[in-house]
Structure formats: C-alpha cells, structure tokens
C-alpha cells in the first residue's frame, strides 16, 4: 500500500514547533506560530497538485511554463483549534474555500461532541484538506473525516501538527484511504488525554480562554 502517514523532518518546522510547545510562548506569538507552521506543512501536502504547460511571453522570449491545472481544493478547519491554521494556508493557496466542522472533546467521556457543519456547495468537485492543530486520542479528527466523507469530496489529507501515537493508529486505521500530514509524533497521552510532551489545550493557547 502507498504511503499515507508524512511525519514532517523540515528543520524550520520542527524549530517552529518547540517554540509553540514553551509555555512561556505569549498568545499573540503561538497564533502566529501556529499559522507559520500550517503554512510550511500545507506546501508538503500540495505537493501533488498536477501542473499543465503553458506557453508565457517574458520579456526575452517565449517560454513554456508549469501552471497548477485548476484543481479545486477545501480547507476543512475543525473548529475551534483548527481555525488557527487556515490564515497561514489561505497566504499559499488563497482561492481555496473554506468548510467548517465544529467539535469539542467531552471532558467527562473525551468523545467529541459535533455542534456545526457548514461546506462549501461544490466540495464534491474539491480535494478536501481537514485542519486540526491536535490529534490526541483521534475521535475528533475520525469523526471530522467521517462527516466530511459524506459530502462525497475528491479526495481527503489530514493535517495536524502535533499527535499522538494513539490517534494516529487510531486515525490510521479507522481511514486508512486518508493522507495525514504530522508536524511532530510526540510519546504518549496521559491520564487526561492530553499529548505529553504536547503544547497544553491549542484552543485555549490559540484563542487566550485560559
Ligand atoms: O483527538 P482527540 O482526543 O479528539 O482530541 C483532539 C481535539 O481536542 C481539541 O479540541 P477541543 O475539544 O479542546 O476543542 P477546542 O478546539 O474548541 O478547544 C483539539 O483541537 C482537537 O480537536
Ligand atoms: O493535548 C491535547 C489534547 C487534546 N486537545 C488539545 O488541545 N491538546
Ligand atoms: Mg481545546
């Protein structure tokens, strides 16, 4: 079977990515964060976007020239976390449309609970991409897929910048068609399912609530 899971090696994510995990990282300094890091990830998982040749004038001559071949792509953040990605991608990719899945982890059962859904009208026609800054025990990004599988996209990635490896098997397994993009594998969760060494709740820090 082809390859599904990309854990990320770029030197100026991994350097990004120990900053987001201080806690001393101010709110304002982790939002741009994690807006740089989805931007650098999303040029990996554009990676196979087909080309068509043109033929261009510059000023010297003519010359024949790789344009993206009008392929539709989604972004797909699952909120809240996830809407911390898309500035970062919409500076690479800024035609892209934008669904929403909105999801919170029940902190009693830890099962995500799904409170919005909004596509764009045309995602049967578009190459998905689902944005989560987190995949801890994997329920919310499997769920978020599920749904987004239902609208009948092209294709689905997944992209999160810090897992653990408890969702991603999880993820993995419960997808196994999907394409996920990590920025970093961390050890394990703990009792609380949290990511250890993980960044803390990427909302909270995301959006100042704690
Ligand atoms: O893999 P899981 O165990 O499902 O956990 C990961 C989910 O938890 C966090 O969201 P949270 O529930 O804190 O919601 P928020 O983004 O609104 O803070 C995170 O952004 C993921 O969506
Ligand atoms: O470590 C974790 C786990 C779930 N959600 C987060 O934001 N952080
Ligand atoms: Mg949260």
Not at 8 to 27: N, V, Y
Not at 83 to 101: D, F, Q, R, T, Y
Not at 116 to 145: Q, W
Request: one cysteine or more; charged letters at 25%.
């Amino acid at each position: 079977m082809a390859k599904k899971t990309f854990i990320m090696d770029h030197p100026l994510i991994k350097h990004k990515i120990s900053l987001l995990r201080d806690k001393h990282t101010s709110t304002k300094e982790f939002r741009e964060l994690v807006s740089e890091i989805a931007m650098l990830m999303c040029y990996e998982a554009t990676r196979d976007l087909p080309l068509k040749e043109v033929e261009i004038e510059t000023p010297v001559a003519t010359a024949k020239a790789q344009i993206i071949s009008g392929r539709k792509i989604a972004f797909v953040p699952i909120l809240r976390a996830g809407l911390g990605m898309v500035e970062g991608i919409l500076n690479l990719v800024p035609s892209a449309k934008i669904g929403h899945v909105g999801l919170y982890r029940d902190p009693e059962t830890m099962k995500p609970v799904e409170y919005y859904c909004k596509m764009p009208t045309d995602i049967g026609e578009r190459d998905v991409v689902v944005l989560d800054p987190m995949l801890a025990t994997g329920g919310s990004a499997i769920d978020a897929i599920g749904l987004v599988k239902s609208y009948n996209p092209r294709s689905i990635k997944f992209m999160c910048i810090i897992a653990a490896p408890e969702g991603l098997a999880a993820l993995e397994e419960a997808h196994p068609d999907v394409e996920i993009y990590v920025g970093a594998l961390d050890d394990h969760l703990n009792d609380h399912k949290y990511i250890v060494p993980g960044l803390g709740d990427a909302g909270d820090r995301i959006f100042g609530t704690k």
